[in-house]
């Protein structure tokens, strides 16, 4: 049988009510920062998708321009509708060394 919502929440422990409270809190801010610099035309409703998709840590480096991991790169690429592939070539040989796609 299924529960609803507040019975769930009256059953987790005081500390995990805590910590959500506090993740729905985050949303909700990103959300309202997001929303601003769309309205101001900071930045396109594609961007905006595009952060949303991203952890704070990794809109942070995808704004100020710094290095970013394989991995964030993969999912702006993947959150843009393509994957991405790192390929070696040694000669006439290819190896795959990462593919990153919807997917995953």
């Known amino acids: 049988m299924l529960k609803d919502f507040n019975t769930l ?3 987790m422990s005081k500390e995990r009510r805590e910590r959500l409270d506090r993740e729905a809190e985050e949303l909700h801010r990103r959300y309202l920062v997001l929303r601003e610099l769309l309205e101001a035309g900071e930045i396109s409703s594609e961007q905006a998708e595009l952060i949303a998709w991203l952890e704070p840590h990794e809109v942070s480096k995808l704004l100020s321009k710094g290095d970013m991991t394989v991995g ?3 999912r702006i690429i ?3 509708g393509g ?3 790192i390929t070696a070539r040694f000669g006439d040989k290819e190896e795959e060394l ?3 796609n919807a997917a995953d």
């Open 9 to 11: 929440r009256n059953e």
């Open 72 to 74: 964030t790169l993969g």
């Open 78 to 80: 993947n959150a843009m």
């Open 83 to 85: 994957d991405l592939r």
């Open 98 to 100: 990462y593919r990153s």
